[in-house]
């Protein structure tokens, strides 16, 4: 992103937010991670005539693939999926690069004549496309950014979300003690405007139009088959050759400072590479963070009273979760 507003060529509003007469229909699909969200819209996509836009900041990397369990060719059944592989490990990418991208794809789907479908489990960017997020000034602080990474690097990133609860709660809730990067950027915003990063997701008011008019679906399991799923989930990406992605990764410069490095099923591994614990313990880390990040999840999108919840041990699975949500939100 460079300051003029525009990333590789895209331009990315300060505020977005428009005033049109008719909202865009567009269908979302969301829910915690190991839920079915691909497959269902992937389903969905093939009954409506559709193209899928992911959701999802770690699957926004190139190279990182199994970690981040992107659709492989297979299980996209030649559907179209758009914003994936944007960017290297090592590269800047923002919420705001996100909607603007975002933004230009679903006009251009729908110049195809085709559905747009966004699925995935990041809620805020979810929220930030279809509430009109607007964006705190891309203008750094270096020295002050310089000075909290070497504190998180000396005192560990929860003494800086402690400090970030205290000014900005809402965003401090939806942050990991390990994304040290966004809490400092969520730090330094508040010390460049004096107002918390919370304040720059306004959402408009209930009697505006905004660009999209969204149809919500949640999917749903018992949290002891999503539990399951998870822990098979990784033993899977492990057969896949998760550890040699991340060794490959490694070895190619990506080191664990870089945000990427810190998602879930790359930072326990790497852990493991730099000997700071067996292997069996980075796969007890993993599934465990994987659960932990499916509560997190479940309790950003249970704050949305417009999600249609769909519990796929009683709907029929994805198949019936995709016929239903085709029959309601297209009737």
Same mark, same amino acid.
């Given at each position: 992103?460079?300051?003029?507003?525009?990333?590789?060529?895209?331009?990315?509003?300060?505020?977005?937010?428009?005033?049109?007469?008719?909202?865009?229909?567009?269908?979302?699909?969301?829910?915690?991670?190991?839920?079915?969200?691909?497959?269902?819209?992937?389903?969905?996509?093939? $009954?409506?005539?559709?193209?899928?836009?992911?959701?999802?900041?770690?699957?926004?990397?190139?190279?990182?693939?199994?970690?981040?369990?992107?659709?492989? @060719?297979?299980?996209?059944?030649?559907?179209?999926?758009?914003?994936?592989?944007?960017?290297?490990?090592?590269?800047?990418?923002?919420?705001?690069?996100?909607?603007?991208?975002?933004?230009?794809?679903?006009?251009?789907?729908? @110049?195809?004549?085709?559905?747009?479908?966004?699925?995935?489990?990041?809620?805020?960017?979810?929220?930030?496309?279809?509430?009109?997020?607007?964006?705190?000034?891309?203008?750094?602080?270096?020295?002050?950014?310089?000075?909290?990474?070497?504190?998180?690097?000396?005192?560990?990133?929860?003494?800086?979300?402690?400090?970030?609860?205290?000014?900005?709660?809402?965003?401090?809730?939806?942050?990991?003690?390990?994304?040290?990067?966004?809490?400092?950027?969520?730090?330094?915003?508040?010390?460049?405007?004096?107002?918390?990063?919370?304040?720059?997701?306004?959402?408009?008011?209930?009697?505006?139009?905004?660009?999209?008019?969204?149809?919500?679906?949640?999917?749903?399991?018992?949290?002891?088959?999503?539990?399951?799923?998870?822990?098979?989930?990784?033993?899977?990406?492990?057969?896949?050759?998760?550890?040699?992605?991340?060794?490959?990764?490694?070895?190619?410069?990506?080191?664990?400072?870089?945000?990427?490095?810190?998602?879930?099923?790359?930072?326990?591994?790497?852990?493991?590479?730099?000997?700071?614990?067996?292997?069996?313990?980075?796969?007890?880390?993993?599934?465990?963070?994987?659960?932990?990040?499916?509560?997190?999840?479940?309790?950003?999108?249970? $704050?949305?009273?417009?999600?249609?919840?769909?519990?796929?041990?009683?709907?029929?699975?994805?198949?019936?979760? @995709?016929?239903?949500?085709?029959?309601?939100?297209?009737?």
């Amino acid at each position: 992103m460079n300051r003029r507003g525009t990333w590789r060529g895209i331009a990315v509003p300060r505020a977005a937010r428009y005033n049109i007469a008719m909202p865009i229909p567009l269908l979302v699909i969301v829910g915690p991670t190991g839920s079915g969200k691909t497959e269902t819209a992937v389903l969905a996509a093939r $009954a409506l005539g559709g193209e899928i836009l992911t959701a999802d900041s770690m699957q926004v990397y190139c190279g990182m693939d199994i970690g981040t369990a992107k659709p492989t @060719a297979a299980e996209q059944q030649g559907i179209p999926h758009h914003l994936i592989d944007l960017i290297a490990p090592d590269e800047e990418f923002s919420v705001a690069a996100y909607v603007a991208l975002a933004d230009r794809l679903i006009d251009e789907i729908r @110049a195809r004549g085709k559905v747009p479908i966004l699925t995935g489990g990041t809620g805020f960017y979810i929220s930030a496309l279809i509430d009109r997020w607007t964006f705190p000034p891309q203008a750094a602080d270096t020295a002050l950014r310089e000075a909290l990474r070497q504190e998180a690097d000396q005192a560990g990133g929860a003494v800086l979300l402690a400090r970030l609860r205290e000014i900005d709660p809402i965003t401090a809730a939806r942050l990991h003690v390990h994304d040290v990067k966004r809490i400092i950027r969520a730090l330094e915003v508040h010390q460049l405007t004096g107002q918390p990063l919370s304040a720059f997701q306004h959402k408009p008011a209930g009697d505006a139009p905004g660009r999209y008019a969204p149809m919500l679906y949640g999917l749903t399991i018992p949290r002891e088959t999503l539990y399951a799923r998870l822990a098979l989930r990784v033993q899977q990406q492990l057969d896949a050759g998760l550890l040699e992605e991340i060794r490959g990764l490694y070895a190619a410069g990506y080191g664990p400072e870089l945000s990427a490095m810190k998602g879930i099923t790359y930072r326990q591994l790497v852990g493991y590479l730099r000997d700071e614990y067996n292997f069996d313990t980075a796969v007890e880390l993993m599934v465990r963070d994987n659960r932990r990040y499916a509560k997190r999840q479940y309790t950003w999108f249970n $704050a949305d009273p417009r999600i249609r919840w769909l519990d796929l041990s009683v709907c029929g699975g994805t198949e019936g979760a @995709a016929r239903e949500i085709v029959a309601s939100a297209f009737p």
